[in-house]
């Protein structure tokens, strides 16, 4: 079990170091309609994932006080810090249930002003706490889902998102190792997290979906050994302290809207994204997506994968992931076109309207009786001061 442990890490440092796709700046804003603002909560409790609840919690609470200003800050520990992952995901799930009776159980008021917050397995029991108190028609006034380790797919979610009052905001990555070859190489059969690909659609309207992007780490370096090298940084993203690094940033009046990369693959199987040499002889082309997206389906095993522009394998997988993966990835480059195109013909009539004011304008000057006067007036210098007769020459009667 070490040997493949450390297998995985191995293959997660090459991935982070050589990932084209995932270190990208991948942060699309998968529902923006939905208002991220869940910063007006009274009580935050934050709940720590996997091994992380004998220690000392004070650097997460600093940075969920940062989200959450002038809200009392707590953390929710629980029996999670086992050597054996698939025992304390069970107790993740019990855990979940047990803090959905609890809060249930609390008076409206003091329910109506809590944040929850839960990274990792401990975003798993805020799932199951959410679920819970939906089932009774009960919410909270919102929660946060940071590099959650549950299904993609997981039964619990519409009735999380309903056990919210407000929005339920959902940060993912792309560039998470852990989840991406620790979690998806065993910790729910070959399912991928919802902490690596994100909410599926369609999205309710109360969920506020982000990316955390891989370069993030260049900008913040957490208080923990090791962290001063760039290449742990990249290798550790699934550290809380990133996620709530950036929630603060997303919550912060002052954040700048997250870019819009249309490029971002949902992950079917655990994939290195390699280049390919195959030049379509055991690989058919399924569909194409300009300017050189390709999805290909295998000829001799069956598997399906998506290609880059560049010839890297983005995605693998079986069929039915691989051609959502695709379609998600067309439509959301028609909405990226459609969005220039707007924004192409609010320019134009923009432009259109700036002539038209120039014009009448001109219109107005050139029949303007004043100018007309100004014409049949004096000749004047090039200054303001008239100019005087000529001596010895009186003016015409």
Same mark, same amino acid.
């Given at each position: ?18 990932? &084209? ?14 208002? &991220? ?13 996997? +091994? ?17 200003? #002038? ?92 056990? +919210?009052? #407000? ?68 290798? +550790? ?145 090039? #200054?303001?001061?008239?100019?005087? &007769? ?6 015409? &009667?």
């Amino acid at each position: 079990m070490k040997a493949f442990v450390a297998l995985l890490l191995f293959v997660a440092a090459l991935d982070a170091a050589a990932d &084209p796709a995932t270190n990208a700046a991948a942060d699309p804003a998968t529902n923006a309609a939905a208002d &991220p603002a869940t910063n007006a909560a009274e009580t935050a409790i934050f709940v720590p994932g996997w +091994c992380r609840n004998g220690g000392d919690s004070a650097q997460e609470l600093a940075l969920l006080a940062e989200a959450f200003p #002038g809200a009392r800050c707590e953390a929710h520990p629980w029996e999670g810090d086992g050597v054996d992952f698939w025992a304390c995901r069970d107790e993740a799930d019990a855990e979940g249930r047990r803090l959905g009776a609890a809060l249930a159980a609390l008076p409206e008021d003091e329910r109506a002003g809590l944040a929850l917050v839960g990274h990792s397995l401990g975003a798993r029991i805020v799932v199951r706490a959410l679920a819970a108190l939906a089932a009774e028609g009960k919410a909270v006034r919102t929660a946060a889902l940071l590099g959650a380790a549950l299904p993609e797919d997981d039964p619990d979610l519409a009735a999380a998102a309903r056990g +919210c009052a #407000g929005s339920l905001v959902v940060v993912s990555s792309r560039g998470d190792a852990m989840l991406k070859w620790l979690y998806g190489s065993g910790g729910e059969g070959l399912a991928q997290a919802l902490g690596l690909n994100g909410w599926p659609a369609p999205v309710p309207t109360n969920v506020v979906q982000r990316f955390l992007p891989p370069s993030f780490t260049d900008g913040f370096v957490p208080d923990a050994p090791l962290m001063d090298f760039a290449a742990m940084r990249r290798l +550790c993203l699934h550290y809380a302290p990133f996620y709530l690094r950036y929630l603060a940033d997303l919550e912060s009046p002052d954040a700048a809207a997250p870019p819009d990369d249309p490029d971002v693959v949902r992950q079917g199987w655990p994939n290195l994204a390699l280049p390919t040499v195959d030049a379509e002889v055991w690989w058919v082309v399924e569909d194409r997506l300009a300017p050189g997206w390709k999805l290909e389906r295998n000829t001799f095993f069956g598997q399906w994968r998506i290609l880059d522009p560049a010839g890297w394998r983005a995605a693998w997988g079986d069929e039915a992931a691989m051609r959502r993966s695709f379609d998600e990835l067309k439509s959301r480059h028609a909405e990226r076109a459609k969005k220039h195109a707007e924004s192409a013909e609010f320019d134009s009539h923009a432009k259109s309207a700036e002539f038209d004011s120039h014009a009448e304008s001109a219109e107005s000057a050139e029949f303007d009786p004043h100018a007309e006067s100004a014409e049949n007036a004096e000749p004047r210098s090039r #200054g303001s001061t008239p100019v005087p &007769p000529l001596v010895g020459h009186p003016p015409a &009667p």
